[in-house]
């Protein structure tokens, strides 16, 4: 029976698919291990699927799937087993283990447990409709094509693309009508025997991941301690970032986080910013090679928009049209130029890189002009409360760049962030009797948008400037404590970690993603900047509450899951639709576990202050093989929250 067309935009769901990834290069499939040519199932590379079924059977009939799992980011194992003997009882007596890796090859293992010889024939069914993930993910991928035989597989073509398979051994039998291969094996008791197939573009090599090379930028840091779960949070979390990451197609020495799978495999500029800058712990190459690409696109000039770093219009939930994500990453280029010299990037890199920063620091005073706000840049645009925060971190950060550079400019910027700052406490804080609020935005003709959202999270990410001192945010203290009591209210916290929008305000709906989600990025943000104000019951709360729902997630959190309410004996409720794995949620695990070390380094002037979380709120936690100037760094928080450098560059010197 033909099953009923999906309804266009419906993307399919990955919430329970088995992502495999080493871009570029996806291999995605259900828990059962078959691919069954539906939905997303497939071997896709640079965003085609170039296999979409691979049906095993073994004496005619499927083996019964009995585990699967990731044993990689990039790796799967499928475990499934069948009665092959007719007298065998209810026992298995073969097992056969399908081993599947984003490259572009999967490995068929037949496993006998039988007490005399075997004779197994095994078949695989293949197919393909060489799609694009565009075309899938709006319904609309096309049927199979007709195979040929092809050397010791199957190959299919189509006037945008070929593909083929290749076996070791060689089948017996190739029928090209029926895209089947056929083998037949003599088992002896206890024996092996594997098939492994290579799925490849024609003409394409073997896959050559940028984050499994031997110059990966992240460093392979781990953490242990007290709590379990951050050895395997740590390690799943780098793994996810590897395999994201891919290289610039016209400087292959430059390397960027794509966005997320399996929507999102390209450069999304906001996002591959704020992930580099969360993982500067693991070094600052990662932020160089982003920044460097990022740097190729700026605009050039004359022009009201010379010297943004373009973007995409983003979603801004009910409240608020899409915001553009090109304010954001213009924005985002001189703050983490910024804090990626206080981790250590090396001279030459900052020189570089420094012309950059100052256009887009440029850009910033010239579009405020004689005003006191940056608005959004299309005509009769808001004023937003996440962007204001994003320009005085900016301002700050690059105002001290500029200055250690010894550029001029640094005085205006800190001249306009201190207007900002008055105007900003008075303006963007709406009193009620609760306590009050920050204001999400402001419309063009003023009027005060008073919802909460996860987007005030960011009024409490500051930055870092030298000796280990944070910048100074756009709230006061009483401003900050009260932000501290919502963001830490069961109308924001879920249970799960930080929801896009309060559980009280209209359009609260829990699986949207901007109105009620929940989002790693902005409860990362809002754990750290709430632990750096002192406030550590808020954070640890949220803290908590990520980790919990990273265990059921495998470790590997999606971009964001549904804003449910934590209850007894619950679960967090996935998002149908969410990237998993995803760049900032990957990065925002491991910036979380660095948050409770509280590194501060100031790598020009050889020092490194710890600000660890004085509760220690997951016990005592060791992490090892971060870097600061490149070098290894290790530190130890005791179950007293008190801490300790165990590894560091020489000379590197604990400030005070």
């Known amino acids: 029976m033909t099953p009923p067309p999906r309804r266009s935009g419906e993307l399919p769901s990955t919430h329970a698919a088995l992502v495999c990834i080493a871009l570029p290069g996806l291999a995605i499939s259900t828990a059962q291990g078959q691919l069954n040519g539906e939905g997303l199932d497939g071997f896709y590379r640079a965003g085609r699927r170039v296999l979409s079924r691979c049906q095993v059977r073994v004496a005619g009939r499927e083996p019964l799937a009995v585990q699967a799992r990731m044993t990689a980011a990039d790796r799967a194992l499928f475990v499934g087993t069948l009665r092959v003997s007719p007298h065998s009882g209810p026992d298995p007596d073969v097992v056969v283990e399908r081993v599947r890796q984003a490259d572009g090859t999967e490995r068929i293992t037949l496993h006998s447990a039988a007490p005399r010889p075997l004779r197994v024939p095994l078949e695989v069914a293949l197919g393909t409709d060489l799609a694009d993930l565009s075309a899938i993910a709006s319904g609309t991928g096309g049927p199979e094509l007709p195979a040929s035989v092809h050397d010791s597989g199957l190959r299919w073509s189509c006037p945008t693309g070929t593909s083929s398979v290749s076996a070791d051994p060689p089948p017996a039998d190739a029928l090209a009508s029926a895209g089947l291969l056929r083998w037949e094996f003599e088992l002896p008791p206890g024996g092996s025997t594997s098939v492994e197939l290579r799925v490849r573009p024609d003409g394409a090599g073997p896959l050559r991941a940028a984050g499994y090379a031997a110059t990966s930028p992240l460093a392979a840091a781990s953490a242990s301690g007290d709590d379990p779960r951050i050895g395997r949070l740590m390690r799943t979390n780098i793994e996810d970032l590897r395999a994201l990451l891919l290289r610039d197609p016209t400087h292959p020495s430059d390397t960027y986080l794509a966005a997320g799978a399996p929507w999102r495999c390209g450069l999304a500029p906001a996002e591959a910013l704020a992930a580099a800058r969360m993982t500067l712990s693991l070094g600052t190459r990662l932020a160089a090679g982003t920044l460097r690409t990022l740097a190729r696109t700026q605009l050039p000039g004359p ?330 760094f290790s530190v130890r928080v005791s179950r007293l929250g008190l801490a300790m450098v165990e590894e560091a560059a020489d000379g590197l010197q604990l400030g005070v």
Not at 468 to 481: H, I, K, N, P, S
């Open 303 to 632: 022009g009201v928009q010379s010297g943004m770093i373009p973007g995409p219009r983003r979603d801004a939930g009910p409240h608020l049209p899409p915001g553009c994500t090109g304010t954001e990453a213009t924005l985002l280029f001189p703050a983490l130029l910024a804090e990626a010299r206080r981790w250590g990037l090396p001279e030459r890199d900052t020189t570089e890189l420094l012309p950059a920063a100052e256009r887009c620091l440029t850009w910033l005073l010239n579009t405020v002009g004689d005003g006191t706000y940056l608005r959004d840049p299309h005509p009769g645009g808001p004023v937003r409360c996440e962007t204001q925060a994003h320009a005085h971190r900016a301002a700050l950060l690059g105002a001290d760049l500029l200055d250690a550079c010894g550029r001029p400019g640094g005085a205006g910027l800190r001249q306009w962030a201190r207007e900002l700052r008055t105007a900003f406490r008075e303006e963007f804080w709406f009193d009620d009797l609760g306590g009050g609020r920050p204001v999400a935005a402001r419309a063009p003709d003023g009027t005060p948008m008073a919802y909460l959202g996860s987007g005030t999270a960011h009024l409490l990410d500051t930055g870092l400037l030298g000796g280990g001192e944070l910048a100074v945010g756009l709230l006061d203290r009483v401003q900050t404590e009260q932000l501290a009591r919502l963001l830490g209210g069961p109308a924001m916290d879920s249970g799960w970690g930080l929801r896009a929008l309060g559980a009280k305000e209209a359009g609260y709906n829990p699986f949207g993603h901007r109105s009620g989600a929940v989002r790693i990025h902005d409860t990362a943000v809002a754990v750290a900047g709430l632990a750096a104000a002192g406030y550590e019951k808020e954070a640890n709360a949220l803290l908590r509450g990520v980790l919990a729902a990273a265990e059921t997630f495998g470790h590997r959190l999606p971009e964001m899951y549904a804003g449910v309410a934590r209850t007894e004996d619950s679960a967090p409720v996935p998002h149908p639709a969410a990237c998993r794995p995803a760049a900032t949620a990957a990065a925002a695990g491991v910036f979380l576990l660095s948050t409770l070390a509280g590194i501060r380094p100031d790598a020009p002037a050889g020092t490194v202050t710890l600000r660890p979380v004085r509760s220690a709120p997951l016990g005592e936690i060791v992490l090892t093989g971060l870097r600061i100037t490149g070098a290894p």
